[in-house]
């Protein structure tokens, strides 16, 4: 099992930055994909951005050259610097780690809310 522990959510003004941070325990297979994804009140979950052990990195059209995704190998942590928000990024943002095996696990979701 993998356990996910988001943190750093709250409320910014437009044109703010957050940092959200996850950190990942368990079974943790050496290569994986973590990523995160947010879901809207009323809209599906979508996501935000990826990247592998090797730092491949995958982004939505809609954060792209705003948000950026990074990671620590050695503490099993992923990080999403959001710079210049929008109120449209107002979401519940989850973590997301996909093993070598296919298992996919979800941390409980953050809440960034953007005011205008």
């Known amino acids: 099992q993998v356990q996910l522990v988001e943190s750093g959510g709250g409320l910014v003004q437009a044109g703010g930055s957050l940092r959200l941070s996850c950190a990942a325990s368990?079974?943790?297979?050496?290569?994986?994909?973590m990523g995160w994804y947010r879901q809207a009140p009323g809209k599906q979950r979508e996501l935000v951005a990826t990247i592998t052990t090797s730092a491949t990195r995958n982004y939505a059209d809609s954060v792209k050259g705003r948000f950026t995704i990074s990671r620590d190998g050695a503490k099993n942590t992923v990080y999403l610097q959001m710079n210049s928000l929008k109120p449209e990024d107002t979401a519940v943002y989850y973590c997301?780690?996909?093993?070598?095996?296919?298992?996919?696990?979800w941390g409980q979701g953050t809440q960034v809310t953007v005011s205008s």
């Open positions: 368990g079974s943790i297979s050496a290569v994986n994909v």
């Open positions: 997301n780690l996909l093993s070598v095996t296919s298992s996919n696990y």
